[in-house]
């Protein structure tokens, strides 16, 4: 069970900000895409723009293998507009 | 000032009050420190003629707060003589005008510092997870840095 993060657009598009979701702890960066996208399909729109971070480490969406422990803070990163 | 405390030192900080300019640049002044620089980010009240009405912004605080310590440690590395940096964002509602961001760089001479500061602002919008929403009188739009690190990347 990692917590999902959700931020901007993509709180939006999901309804929600935070939720521990059930994945492997093998898994690539790309099929956790794909694990979070089954819950909230709308997502999909914004797949090309985003990348995740992983106990605050930016993770491109591809075959990176992750290894998840119980708790891990994975957040979606809509495009950023700080400053 | 106790001399033996002024060690150089990261101020840095998200909040949702007004920000300071009196306040971040006093924190970054040093008594062997000749120049100070400061950038101030503020909302402009129009984007592509159309009327903002105020600017709304969020972050992954947490991993902000750490990316902003990585600046302020990469801006060491580059710059030696740099003495303090300070890194105020402001969060929620920004009205028209007010500022959204104060950087403030304080070195011996001002070559340093007015070089750090360009960094910290520019690596800030590329780097940084927070978020822009300008609202408009009739929608609104989250904005994207034209500087985010893997905008326009291949996937």
């Known amino acids: ?83 | 000032m106790d001399e033996s405390e002024d060690v150089p030192k990261d101020f840095i900080k998200l909040k949702s009050e007004k920000l300071s300019v009196d306040e971040v640049s006093e924190l970054v002044i040093s008594p062997n420190c000749g120049a100070v620089s400061l950038f101030i980010g503020t909302t402009r009240n129009n984007f592509e003629g159309k009327k903002v009405i105020h600017l709304e912004y969020e972050a992954y605080t947490s991993m902000a707060e750490m990316e902003i310590k990585k600046i302020c440690r990469d801006v060491r590395q580059k710059w030696p003589s740099v003495k303090h940096i300070a890194m105020h964002h402001r969060l929620g509602v920004v009205p028209i005008t007010e500022a959204s961001v104060i950087i403030a760089v304080s070195s011996p001479h001002r070559t340093e510092s007015l070089e750090a500061v360009t960094y910290c602002i520019n690596t800030l919008k590329a780097f940084v997870p927070i978020w822009k929403k300008e609202i408009y009188e009739d929608e609104y739009s989250w904005k994207e840095n034209k500087e985010c690190f893997w905008a326009n990347s291949e996937k």
């Not at chain 1, 959700?6 to 900000?17: I, K």
């Not at chain 1, 979070?36 to 797949?47: C, G, Q, S, T």
């Open chain 1, 1 to 83: 069970m990692v917590t999902v993060l959700y931020f901007a657009r993509s709180a939006e598009l999901a309804g929600l900000r935070s939720e521990s979701v059930s994945v492997p702890q093998r898994i690539t960066s790309l099929q956790l895409w794909e694990e979070i996208v089954k819950i909230h399909p709308r997502l999909a729109v914004i797949r090309d723009q985003v990348i995740f971070a992983v106990q605050q480490e930016y993770v491109f969406l591809g075959d990176q293998l992750l290894v998840l422990q119980t708790g891990d803070e994975v957040a979606i990163i809509p495009p950023i507009s700080g400053g």
